[in-house]
């Protein structure tokens, strides 16, 4: 009964070049969704378009930084003008660069701030006034289950993922009235090309044996969690936070 889950609904998704993001995109062509890929590597996010879709009719890829507002509110409007709607919205680029606190620079925090949450403010208040109008919404605001844990050399990015996971239970509630969805997702260790610049194999042999499933957690299980979070499966559901980590962390 549920096997296509996004037929004909047509969905943003942030960080699509690589990793999570390419993965989510790859689910939702897969469950029928028409797809807007936004990323700052515009050459890595026209091959997953085109892996997709080679026509471009159904996935486009748009060269966009996720600061960059002008772009943001540009795209917003010019996907409703020629798709017609919105249904979903995907806020998942990010970037995890280590630093020690004491020698992190003002830029290095506003620069981390500003990738990882405030473009989170600038996706959600260009799109919301267009999902509460059709009363019909769901966004889902990609965390990190280092939000729980508290991680040394990434006090900037644990501040980032914390304020994701308070944007979205406040937002939540702001929003709820209307029928929009806004809920989140705390991926644990996640087998990524961009993992081996910040860890090192014996590192992430540690996390995985502090979890209870003992295999690495992959794209595709963040992938199905999004999906679920944006198909009528969370209907009854908002401002939650969902941990997808192997069961490292159980609250
Ligand atoms: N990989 C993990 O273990 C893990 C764990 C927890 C949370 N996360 C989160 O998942 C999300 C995706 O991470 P990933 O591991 O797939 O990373 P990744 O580096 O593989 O992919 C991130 C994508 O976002 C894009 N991006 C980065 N900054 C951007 C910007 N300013 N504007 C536009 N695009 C930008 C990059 O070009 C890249 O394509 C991030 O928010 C990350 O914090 C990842």
């Known amino acids: 009964m549920y096997h296509v889950l996004l037929e004909q609904q047509v969905a943003l998704v942030t960080g699509t070049a ?3 993001g390419q993965e989510i995109a790859r689910l939702f062509a897969e469950h029928g969704a028409r797809l807007v890929l936004l990323d700052r590597n515009a050459e890595a996010n026209q091959a997953t378009a085109d892996s997709l879709d080679p026509a471009g009719k159904r996935a486009i890829a748009v060269h966009l930084d996720v600061r960059d507002r002008p772009a943001i509110d540009r795209v917003i409007s010019e996907t409703i003008r020629d798709w017609g709607a919105i249904d979903v919205l995907i806020n998942n680029a990010g970037v995890y660069p280590r630093q020690e606190f004491l020698t992190m620079t003002e830029g290095q925090w506003d620069e981390m701030l500003d990738i990882n949450l405030k473009s989170m ?131």
């Open 121 to 251: 403010f600038h996706f959600q208040q260009a799109v919301l006034p267009h999902m509460i109008g059709r009363r019909r919404g769901k966004i889902v605001n990609i965390s990190s289950v280092t939000f729980h844990l508290g991680i040394p050399n990434l006090v900037h990015y644990v501040a980032s993922k914390g304020g994701v996971i308070g944007l979205t239970r406040s937002l939540a509630r702001e929003v709820g009235a209307h029928n929009v969805h806004i809920n989140c997702i705390t991926p644990g260790a996640v087998l990524v090309e961009a993992e081996k610049a910040v860890v090192s194999d014996e590192q992430v042999r540690a996390f995985v044996a502090q979890q209870s499933l003992q295999r690495r957690i992959l794209p595709i299980d963040i992938a199905r969690a999004a999906l679920f979070l944006s198909s009528e499966l969370s209907d009854g559901m908002t401002g939650q936070t969902l941990n997808v980590d192997g069961g490292w962390v159980m609250h």
């Open 18 to 20: 690589a990793g999570i």
